[in-house]
């Protein structure tokens, strides 16, 4: 089987985890901790990381960190992980949904003007697959009408948005380390700012709120979360980050292959990279159009029956149980691409032969 997308270990992993090991420092707190959060920041060029247990904690965390709660609205796209939606509802928030666009997959920077009422708060862009939102855009719409952004960026570190690192453009950004992402740490995520005050409030609230007194007794003035990642998880991270460029060259490279072999599959729309941004093409994706000889799902059932894994892209969450009663705008494009879009495997360790025989099979 050529998996979607699976990990790459080749590093620093076994000698930085035994250190872990050897020396007992395997809970929250450790030098890795401070490490991870510290290089992570440099690789960004951004002032400031918080380390979290996973990426939905890192983007619940960044909401409570801005104060978002009870009675506000959050501009959020349908056609993406259901994650950061369910982070919107768990601050007691309410998720508007907003279409996407069709070329690159991502929120409609037009449409976020008619959504917002006086309830807005903020607006939290997804860079789904990898490609950055229209960032210019959202953030003049946002300084216009004075509400934060938190950039869910899970899918796309070691993406540019004219030449600043996807994640460090809106007040806070997310970014996840589950294993299928671009650096895993098993399960992991971090949260990203430049503002010194919202880095210092978000670790306040990712550590119980704990305050230790003179006689070593903890208090606790807020409610707080348990959100912290451990010494043993952030030593992965430092030697995942090592590699990151040899990452992220790959990714672009296999894109840019099959790019190359699909350009000419009648019916096959091919993945775009606008020239404003640098997309790491985390995960490969093509449409399949009405022109293709057959659909979306029996182009999977064709391919997994070659020993090949795909998947369809994100069901629209507007559409979910939980969501049914959300407000949203048009929902044209989100429920055009749910129907016909289509990752390929992107696995870092994926080989020209394996890209090749895909193709080969989509293009019969
Ligand atoms: C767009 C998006 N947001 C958030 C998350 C949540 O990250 P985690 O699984 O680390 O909680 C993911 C994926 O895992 C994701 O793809």
Request: hydrophobic letters at 40%.
């Amino acid at each position: 089987m050529i998996p979607l997308c699976i990990p790459e270990i080749h590093g620093n992993e076994w000698k930085y985890v035994k250190e872990c090991l050897d020396t007992n420092w395997v809970s929250s707190v450790g030098s890795y901790v401070d490490k991870f959060e510290k290089d992570f920041a440099n690789f960004l060029n951004i002032n400031k990381s918080v380390v979290t247990m996973n990426g939905t904690a890192a983007l619940a965390l960044a909401l409570r960190t801005l104060g978002i709660g009870e009675g506000d609205e959050v501009i959020v796209p349908s056609l993406t992980f259901i994650s950061p939606v369910n982070t919107i509802k768990y601050v007691g928030a309410e998720p508007v949904f907003i279409d996407v666009c069709r070329d690159t997959f991502v929120m409609d920077a037009e449409k976020i003007e008619e959504l917002i009422t006086k309830k807005t708060k903020a607006i939290m862009p997804v860079h789904i697959y990898g490609h950055p939102v229209d960032m210019d855009k959202l953030m003049d719409i946002a300084n216009k009408y004075q509400l934060y952004v938190i950039e869910d960026a899970t899918e796309a570190l070691g993406s540019y948005y004219k030449n600043k690192a996807v994640g460090t453009i809106g007040h806070i950004g997310c970014f996840s380390f589950n294993g299928n992402k671009l650096i895993t740490t098993g399960a992991g995520g971090m949260l990203v700012t430049d503002s010194e005050k919202l880095a210092d409030r978000a670790k306040f609230l990712s550590t119980q709120t704990k305050v230790v007194t003179e006689n070593k007794a903890f208090y606790h003035p807020e409610i707080g979360y348990n959100y912290r990642m451990p010494n043993l998880l952030a030593a992965m991270g430092c030697a995942q980050l090592e590699n990151i460029q040899e990452y992220i060259k790959a990714k672009r490279e296999n894109a840019e292959l099959y790019n190359k072999l699909l350009c000419n599959v009648k019916g096959i729309t091919l993945s775009v990279e606008k020239e404003w941004v640098s997309n790491v093409q985390w995960l490969y994706s093509i449409v399949v159009e009405d022109e293709y000889s057959i659909t979306r799902d029996e182009l999977i059932k064709r391919l997994a029956e070659n020993g090949i894994e795909s998947r369809p892209f994100f069901m629209a969450v507007h559409n979910m149980p939980p969501f049914k009663g959300s407000k949203h705008g048009s929902m044209k494009v989100t429920e055009e691409l749910e129907e016909r879009g289509l990752n390929l495997p992107s696995s870092v360790s994926l080989s020209k032969d394996d890209i090749m025989k895909i193709c080969t099979i989509i293009n019969k």
